[in-house]
């Protein structure tokens, strides 16, 4: 019953900032990490941004400097702050939470992200 609701995907040129949002309808007990994921047509969907229960924050190579992964517990939100906008970011952004990123958890919809050169 508990879903997590995505929001601020949209279409911003080259070098544009957007903030995306991933709130939980109730508080999830034993979530130990969140994170957002990202899929462009045919390609494979890669972890991008990941913080834990401790605020230990992992980014991905490709994002690391422009994205900001953040969380506010009250009100069992996820934040991705995404900057410096580049046209390889487009694709389908979806946020998890879980015990850990690798094992199975819940999952927004999916919020679509297009970056125009």
């Not at 991008?48 to 939100?77: E, L, M, Q």
Request: with cysteine; hydrophobic share 30%; aromatic share 10%.
């Amino acid at each position: 019953q508990v879903q997590l609701v995505e929001s601020g995907g949209g279409l911003v040129q080259a070098g544009g900032s957007l903030s995306l949002s991933c709130a939980a309808s109730a508080t999830i007990v034993g979530i130990n990490a969140m994170g957002w994921y990202r899929q462009a047509p045919g390609k494979q969907r890669e972890l991008v941004a990941s913080i834990t229960s401790s605020s230990y924050t992992k980014y991905a190579d490709s994002v690391k400097g422009r994205f900001t992964i953040s969380r506010d517990h009250a009100t069992n939100t996820v934040y991705l702050q995404m900057n410096r906008l580049k046209p390889e970011d487009t694709g389908v952004y979806y946020c998890k939470y879980g015990v850990t990123m690798e094992g199975s958890g819940y999952w927004g919809q999916g919020t679509q992200v297009t970056v125009s050169s």
